[in-house]
């Protein structure tokens, strides 16, 4: 099976944080629409296999009006049938789902809500620049659970400046309080070019210490376990039954098409990204490809599978890459297994409690 992610690279208003590609000016959306529309149609043969999820991620999907959608869904049917058993998604910002929004999302095979909330505390909103407070993200749920949508995520950060144990267990019980089906939580990174990175580099803002980043994320996963979440991923916890599918075949290797600008395309044999810009109909043309080779893959592998937390399958290891590699692999992972940081058992590698804390550094060991 494989997805389809569409970008939708259109806000209101730029977050303090966010270094995602996206625009302020509206004024190229309906071209836009009708490039992701071409672009469709150009590339219906990358993907071989059924297509079993599809993510409208941006930016701000939930910018795009009822013809734009129409559009959109229209071509996706025309090029691969309409499936009642697919995942879609539509990425949305609190402050847009109105009661006319939430009946304009109706009219579509959307039965995934992904909201972007980041906080409950107003003002750490205040500080990242959100358009919406507490209170409207909360209302912007409950609309959706009224309208019958029952497969909601909402996305949380934490490590933020001036962010406390306290306002984070708060957002956290708030979050839970909500009845959603799943939460993403990131931790805060100062990316280059964004405003909260200006303002670090100025000196005008503290950044959170590492200890309290870490207790943070020891919350975070005592929290939501023992509110009955399953932590399936590093960053992710979701209600049984509703991990995200889409995101998930990101991990466990599956083909995905990306549409639009800045999207990237994975068909296992090649790597392909959009460049980034709205300024021409034609942008589409102009991507990068990279071929993977087996030592490419291989990394890719590593990467992805131990960001489960189900681990890493040794046998499917073996099936790709050969005994050798998952010789190699277990004599590479051996001294983090002897400090805890992995657990070898029923042939997967794992993290564990400890090693969360110190992945990417794990990661990098195991890669070739």
Same mark, same amino acid.
């Given at each position: ?31 836009y ?7 469709l ?58 009661f ?37 993200a ?22 933020l400046?001036g962010?406390?144990?306290k ?15 799943h ?25 959170? $210490?590492?200890?309290?980043?870490? @207790?943070?994320?020891?919350? %975070?996963? =005592?929290?939501?376990? *023992?509110?009955?979440? /399953? ?5 992710n916890?979701?209600?049984h ?18 549409i ?47 960001r489960?937390?189900k ?23 051996e ?11 029923? $042939?997967?590698?794992?993290?564990? @409690?400890k090693?969360?804390? %110190?992945? =990417?550094?794990?990661? *990098?060991?195991?890669? /070739?």
């Amino acid at each position: 099976m494989a997805g389809i992610y569409i970008h939708i690279p259109f806000c209101k208003q730029r977050c303090s944080y966010c270094d995602f590609f996206s625009s302020t000016d509206f004024r190229m959306k309906k071209s836009y629409i009708f490039s992701v529309c071409n672009e469709l149609y150009d590339r219906k043969t990358y993907l071989r296999e059924p297509v079993d999820t599809i993510y409208f991620g941006g930016g701000t999907p939930s910018v795009l009006e009822f013809n734009e959608l129409e559009a959109i869904f229209a071509t996706i049917y025309s090029i691969y049938g309409d499936s009642k058993n697919r995942e879609v998604t539509i990425e949305v910002n609190p402050d847009d789902i109105t009661f006319e929004y939430v009946i304009t999302l109706k009219h579509f095979p959307i039965n995934r809500i992904s909201m972007g909330i980041q906080s409950f505390d107003d003002c750490e909103l205040q500080l990242l620049n959100r358009r919406h407070n507490a209170q409207s993200a909360k209302q912007a749920v409950h609309r959706l659970q009224q309208a019958g949508y029952g497969n909601i995520s909402i996305d949380l950060m934490y490590g933020l400046p001036g962010q406390t144990i306290k306002t984070w267990e708060k957002t956290l019980q708030q979050a839970i309080d909500l009845q959603v089906q799943h939460i993403s939580a990131y931790h805060l990174t100062y990316e280059k070019g964004t405003t909260l990175h200006k303002q670090l580099n100025e000196g005008t803002l503290i950044p959170t $210490n590492d200890e309290l980043s870490n @207790r943070m994320y020891e919350v %975070l996963m =005592d929290t939501l376990v *023992s509110n009955g979440f /399953e932590h399936y991923e590093i960053s992710n916890f979701a209600r049984h039954g509703f991990q995200s599918r889409h995101n998930s075949s990101y991990w466990d290797g599956s083909h995905y098409l990306g549409i639009g600008a800045s999207a990237h395309s994975y068909n296992g044999t090649e790597r392909r990204w959009n460049r980034k810009t709205v300024k021409s109909k034609d942008w589409t043309l102009d991507f990068e490809t990279e071929i993977l080779d087996n030592k490419m893959k291989y990394n890719d592998f590593i990467i992805t599978r131990l960001r489960l937390m189900k681990g890493m399958d040794l046998n499917e290891l073996s099936a790709f890459f050969g005994e050798s590699r998952k010789t190699d692999c277990l004599r590479q992972a051996e001294k983090h297994i002897v400090n805890g940081l992995l657990k070898y058992e029923d $042939n997967r590698l794992r993290l564990t @409690r400890k090693g969360i804390f %110190l992945s =990417d550094g794990i990661m *990098s060991d195991l890669m /070739e």
